[in-house]
């Protein structure tokens, strides 16, 4: 954030969930597990409705003249994250139709921005149990039913690794020589990725947003 403050420009900072806002409250009472405490039992077009809207509200409340007045919008999290999460519950062919209809609903029906670099952090499965373990008995916080089912995080990480891969998004290795690197670490290579593309865009009005996805 601070290189990007440093460059000049106007930088939004948002992050998805809006658990403060009431536009969340069908993705909380999903990951509450009000309606199943399997995520499969929700279906990724339901699923995904529910974190739309609330990222819909957002932009129409909160960031959306910033964004449309030339400003930066760094997302933690955005229509791509809940991709690869709700994809997960997707196989072959079906996978890649619901992943089109996902985009097509909430870039192009809802007219959300698309992002101009997205950046995917990787973790493995096992290191991303330990930090949601961690997390947990450091707030008292109980996991979600998406944290709290290893092998469907597991095939998300499948999943957004495919979907990196496919789409070209900028994918970052947050374990290195079998330990987490630093928060500081992580954010210097994110920060450089991102001034990086600003730097190539300079005289590109289009280049305005930026998500960042993982899976902790």
């Not at 079998?178 to 920060?191: K, Q, Y």
Request: aromatic letters at 12%.
């Amino acid at each position: 954030v601070a290189a990007l403050l440093a460059m000049e420009r106007p930088v939004k900072l948002i992050s998805f969930p809006d658990y403060a806002e009431p536009s969340s409250t069908l993705v909380q009472m999903y990951l509450r597990g009000e309606f199943s405490d399997n995520p499969d039992d929700v279906n990724a077009y339901a699923a995904s409705a529910f974190y739309a809207v609330d990222r819909y509200a957002s932009y129409k409340k909160a960031w959306g003249e910033d964004y449309e007045g030339g400003g930066l919008v760094l997302s933690d999290r955005y229509t791509t994250s809940n991709a690869v999460h709700q994809a997960s519950k997707e196989e072959g062919e079906a996978r890649g139709a619901f992943l089109n209809w996902l985009y097509e609903f909430e870039y192009s029906k809802l007219g959300l921005p698309q992002p101009d670099l997205i950046i995917y952090l990787d973790v493995p499965t096992d290191f991303t149990e330990r930090l949601m373990r961690s997390r947990e008995e450091k707030t008292g916080t109980k996991a979600d039913i998406h944290e709290q089912d290893m092998e469907y995080l597991a095939t998300c990480r499948r999943t957004g690794k495919a979907a990196a891969e496919y789409y070209g998004w900028t994918v970052i290795q947050c374990v290195k020589d079998g330990a987490m690197r630093s928060i500081e670490d992580i954010g210097f290579t994110c920060s450089s990725c991102c001034r990086q593309k600003l730097q190539r865009h300079t005289k590109c009005a289009k280049t305005r947003s930026c998500t960042i996805n993982g899976l902790s």
